[in-house]
């Protein structure tokens, strides 16, 4: 009986595929940010320091705040069938 490596080939290639996009997506935006001036500059610029200045616990807690129960995207229902069944499996 081998080994099977399909979950290691797997995790590299989504590890590879999210440092891609991350790299992309982080140079194109610094290169706005440092170049462009436009409306909310601030304020994106604010998100994209947030998780720097913040623990992951702290952020984590606000994103439960904002997609929690009580907030106003579970009363208006536009929450994804994954969210939900994700989130009731955490409070149980």
């Given at each position: 009986m081998g080994i099977d490596w399909f979950p290691l080939w797997l995790?590299?290639?989504?590890?590879a595929l999210a440092t891609t996009i991350s790299l992309l997506l982080g140079i194109w935006l610094a290169w706005v940010?440092?170049?462009?001036?436009?409306?909310?500059?601030?304020?994106?610029?604010?998100?994209?320091t947030l998780p720097l200045a913040l623990p992951p616990t702290v952020l984590g807690y606000y994103l439960l705040v904002v997609?929690?129960?009580a907030s106003g995207s579970a009363?208006?229902?536009?929450?994804?069938?994954?969210?939900?069944?994700?989130?009731h499996g955490a409070r149980q």
């Open positions: 995790s590299l290639e989504v590890a940010l440092a170049n462009k001036e436009f409306r909310g500059k601030d304020v994106l610029d604010a998100i994209t997609i929690g129960r009363a208006s229902g536009k929450r994804s069938p994954a969210l939900r069944s994700s989130l």
